[in-house]
C-alpha cells in the first residue's frame, strides 16, 4: 500500500484530503507544519509527501529544504500545494512536483500516482 505524508496547517483541507486519499486505497499520515512534518518523518518513511507551501512554525520550503538536506528523506518525492505556484523558489521547482489550489481531485490523483515510489 502506498503511504503518504500530508502536511498543511488547514484542517479542513487535511481532514478532505485525508479522507478522499484513504478512500482511493492510500495509507495517510498527517502533520499541520513543516516541523510536525518532519517528526513524523522520523518514525515513518512515505512513498510520497504532500507538502503545503505556506504554514506556520514550518513553511513547506523549510521542511522541502530540510528533507533534501538529510540522507534519510532525500529521495522521498514531494508534491507541493499551493495557492501561489509563481512564488515557489527555483531550487524546490527543480526537485519537487507542484500543483496550483484550488485544485482538482483527479488532477492530484494523478500526479500522486505519477510521482509516488512504487
Same mark, same amino acid.
Given at each position: 500500500?502506498?503511504? #503518504?505524508? =500530508?502536511? &498543511?496547517?488547514? /484542517?479542513? #483541507? #487535511?481532514?478532505?484530503?485525508?479522507?478522499? =486519499?484513504?478512500?482511493?486505497? +492510500?495509507?495517510?499520515?498527517? *502533520?499541520?507544519?513543516?516541523?510536525?512534518?518532519? $517528526?513524523? =518523518?522520523?518514525?515513518?518513511?512515505?512513498? =510520497? *509527501?504532500?507538502? &503545503?507551501?505556506?504554514? /506556520?512554525?514550518?513553511?513547506?520550503?523549510?521542511?522541502?529544504? $530540510?528533507?533534501? $538536506?538529510?540522507?534519510? +528523506?532525500? &529521495?522521498?518525492?514531494?508534491?507541493?500545494?499551493? $495557492?501561489? /505556484?509563481?512564488?515557489?523558489?527555483?531550487?524546490? !521547482?527543480?526537485?519537487?512536483? #507542484?500543483?496550483?489550489? /484550488? +485544485?482538482?481531485?483527479? *488532477?492530484?490523483? !494523478?500526479?500522486?500516482?505519477?510521482?509516488?515510489?512504487?
Amino acid at each position: 500500500m502506498t503511504t #503518504i505524508l =500530508l502536511v &498543511d496547517d488547514e /484542517p479542513a #483541507i #487535511i481532514e478532505t484530503l485525508a479522507e478522499v =486519499l484513504v478512500w482511493e486505497g +492510500f495509507e495517510v499520515v498527517t *502533520a499541520a507544519n513543516g516541523k510536525d512534518g518532519l $517528526a513524523k =518523518l522520523e518514525t515513518m518513511t512515505p512513498d =510520497l *509527501a504532500i507538502i &503545503d507551501y505556506m504554514m /506556520p512554525v514550518m513553511d513547506g520550503v523549510q521542511m522541502i529544504r $530540510a528533507m533534501r $538536506a538529510h540522507p534519510a +528523506f532525500v &529521495d522521498i518525492p514531494i508534491l507541493v500545494i499551493t $495557492a501561489a /505556484p509563481i512564488a515557489v523558489p527555483e531550487d524546490i !521547482r527543480k526537485s519537487t512536483a #507542484i500543483l496550483g489550489k /484550488p +485544485f482538482d481531485v483527479a *488532477a492530484l490523483l !494523478r500526479l500522486i500516482r505519477q510521482k509516488a515510489r512504487k
